[in-house]
């Protein structure tokens, strides 16, 4: 069953890199690799799709896990309130964002996982990856779309439209672009984290578990707002993995808020810089573990 | 005689002891990852307990008290080795399971037991000290309450195991044994009092939730520890053993009569 997606990618990457290597031309290229990216991304879809019934069952799950964690705060923000001033449709707003992001990043990068990536490079997979004439990242990712994951993405949406009318956000053509920044920061950010732990995996070998505290953790506290953590958390969680400027910052603006000192409204425009920042250091540190990649034996 | 039968599941119990003490790049990164989360959820607890001595029955301690136990149990509970059971009953390897001399089920609960033990003192253990070194929780300091504790902890470990076996006792009748899980499990983590404790929850479902085996695996421990009700906790906990003991042992005896193995 799970290795499916990956014989469907396979065969699409044997037809793929026949189509890339008839061009010859460097604009003939460039047409054959997004059709290779695109008969890879169709192939995986195709066989997600092969069982509907699992398909729909797994979905409902990667939505049914946001949703209960987010009745869980729900209930817990009732009993007390609020947490900080804010109140509970307010901090969903924050969770709605997260889910939705995370959601979206984690359907195209959820095989860059640790273990994954760790199995693919002592199975050798990944050896045949790189005999591919397409970027080994571009192969990963378009060969394993898992759309199943985007039930985290609707419930989060879901969440987003519910808490947002509840905490009485207007829905302006500038707030929905305020919220669709969040949502390509969070995937932006969430995904360059994956991208640096496959890429830290190519040293480990071993799955390491520990970028799962920066991925899923940073995830967690995100959801919250970030007066809540002391100077040291915060300042790793804006500046150095910039979650917060890419869901607490926008959030502050889309429910009028003015947040504390040095992390406040006004560092909209920060985002997609520190969304831009995480990527490029991600794809800086997978170019290097490719370059110093040497398979691991057999 | 008797104690040649139960020296098999000694046996059994030291090699699953072992067979977790591998995992020692797992176990660093657990802990780490233990240690983040509890920073985050003392971090969120900390502001909602400021200025309210007490809401719903907990204290302060109390609350500290099951961040840092909830952390501790999460590996034990969640255990990374779910689907193991599933994999072999799918491949095959179960069958021999099935002409080794002693019971099976009590065998794979041995061999369980095992590794649960290794995951209580290699990352509860540590995790609960420091914890209790550096923030005020509210832990039993006398022999008998730490006895307590630990048989609590120690049988939420095997409730765990039985509802793992369950839940991999689906690869007997579907190759999809995960799809029930996967609908299934966010309801009991939440329901179970992973997200938040089940004392904040509504009156009618918290006495819905605590009256479920669900309460033996986390806030049973839990009381416990606090010293709340400890007896009831206890109680609960032996009856949700036997019954989920006795129903999935059943249900492994009749699932083994349908195990089909492919030849090869």
Not at chain 2, 8 to 19: D, E, K, Q
Not at chain 2, 103 to 131: C, E, I, K
């Amino acid at each position: 069953m799970e290795a499916e997606p990956s014989r469907a990618a396979a065969t699409a990457g044997a037809r793929v890199g026949r189509a890339v290597a008839a061009g010859a031309h460097a604009r003939v290229r460039t047409g054959a690799t997004v059709r290779a990216y695109g008969a890879l991304t169709m192939a995986s879809l195709r066989s997600s799709v092969q069982r509907p019934a699992t398909l729909v069952v797994r979905g409902i799950g990667s939505a049914l896990v946001a949703l209960c964690e987010a009745v869980g705060v729900v209930l817990l923000v009732d009993r007390f309130g609020s947490i900080a001033g804010w109140r509970t449709p307010e901090i969903i707003v924050l969770a709605g964002l997260v889910f939705t992001g995370q959601g979206l990043a984690q359907a195209v990068g959820n095989r860059l996982r640790p273990d994954d990536v760790s199995l693919m490079i002592r199975k050798g997979t990944f050896d045949q990856v790189l005999t591919r004439p397409i970027s080994p990242l571009g192969f990963v990712i378009t060969g394993y779309v898992e759309i199943r994951l985007l039930g985290r993405f609707v419930a989060g949406a879901g969440l987003l439209a519910w808490a947002g009318r509840a905490a009485g956000i207007a829905w302006t053509p500038a707030h929905l672009a305020v919220a669709a920044l969040a949502i390509a920061c969070c995937a932006v950010v969430v995904f360059a984290v994956l991208v640096l732990g496959a890429a830290l995996t190519f040293s480990t070998l071993q799955g390491s578990e520990a970028i799962n505290v920066v991925l899923d953790g940073g995830a967690y506290l995100t959801g919250y707002p970030m007066e809540l953590y002391g100077s040291v958390l915060r300042a790793l969680f804006t500046w150095v993995f910039p979650f917060a400027l890419a869901v607490y910052v926008p959030a502050l603006t889309l429910l009028g808020r003015t947040g504390p000192r040095g992390l406040g409204a006004s560092l909209l425009w920060v985002a997609p810089l520190g969304s831009a920042w995480l990527a490029a250091v991600a794809w800086l540190a997978w170019r290097r573990a490719i370059r110093h990649y040497v398979g691991a034996g057999s | 005689m008797l104690w040649c039968s139960v020296r098999i599941y000694l046996v059994l119990l030291r090699a699953g002891f072992r067979r977790q003490a591998v995992y020692r790049l797992a176990l660093m990164s657990g802990l780490v990852t233990n240690a983040f989360f509890g920073v985050i959820r003392t971090s969120v607890f900390s502001a909602l307990y400021r200025n309210r001595p007490e809401v719903a029955g907990l204290a302060r301690a109390d609350i500290l008290t099951y961040i840092w136990l909830l952390e501790g149990m999460f590996g034990v509970i969640w255990a990374t080795w779910i689907w193991e059971f599933a994999e072999s009953v799918r491949s095959g390897d179960f069958a021999v399971e099935l002409l080794r001399p002693g019971d099976p089920y009590l065998r794979l609960a041995a061999f369980d037991l095992g590794r649960s033990l290794n995951v209580l003192l290699t990352r509860l253990a540590p995790v609960l000290v420091v914890a209790a070194a550096l923030l005020p929780l509210r832990l039993p300091t006398s022999p008998g309450g730490i006895a307590a504790l630990a048989a609590s902890l120690v049988m939420a470990s095997v409730i765990a195991f039985q509802l793992r076996l369950l839940f991999g006792m689906a690869a007997f009748w579907t190759p999809d044994y995960k799809a029930g899980h996967s609908l299934i499990v966010p309801v009991l983590y939440l329901a179970s009092g992973f997200v938040i404790p089940t004392d904040y929850f509504p009156a009618a479902l918290r006495v819905v939730v605590e009256a479920s085996p669900l309460f033996a695996l986390m806030m049973a421990p839990v009381r416990v520890a606090v010293g709340q009700s400890v007896t009831t906790a206890l109680a609960s906990q032996m009856l949700w053993l036997a019954v989920l003991g006795a129903g999935s042992r059943a249900l492994l005896a009749l699932a083994s009569r349908r195990l089909v193995v492919h030849g090869g």
